[in-house]
Nanobody, 119 residues
Framework: QVQLVESGGGLVQVGGSLRLSCAAS????????MGWYRQAPGKERELVAA???????NYADSVKGRFTISRDNAKNTVFLQMNTLKPEDTAVYYC?????????????WGQGTQVTVSS
């Protein structure tokens, strides 16, 4: 099993910044892609940003140029630096990790962290 612990959410004013982190622990053979999704009230969960183990990244169009995903492979941790925040960025943010045991591939989710951007 893998545990994902997220931190860094909170309340911020428009134009402000927040940094989310998600640390994975447990019996992990290899971590592949790590990423962040978000879900606003009444909306479906959507991809915000993801990064492969090789360092390739993918961003939602709405956050390009404002958000940056990074990871510390030695600590099995993924970060999301969010700058120039807008009210529409308000959502619960979820960490997602694709990892492998010696036999199988898995996808795990964090518990979610609330980000609220006030105008």
């Amino acid at each position: 099993q893998v545990q994902l612990v997220e931190s860094g959410g909170g309340l911020v004013q428009v134009g402000g910044s927040l940094r989310l982190s998600c640390a994975a622990s447990g019996t992990i053979f290899k971590i592949n892609a790590m990423g962040w999704y978000r879900q606003a009230p009444g909306k479906e969960r959507e991809l915000v940003a993801a990064m492969t183990s090789a360092g390739s990244t993918n961003y939602a169009d709405s956050v390009k140029g404002r958000f940056t995903i990074s990871r510390d492979n030695a600590k099995n941790t993924v970060f999301l630096q969010m700058n120039t925040l807008k009210p529409e960025d308000t959502a619960v943010y979820y960490c997602n990790v694709h990892w492998a045991s010696s036999l199988w591939n898995y996808s795990s989710w964090g518990q979610g962290t609330q980000v609220t951007v006030s105008s």
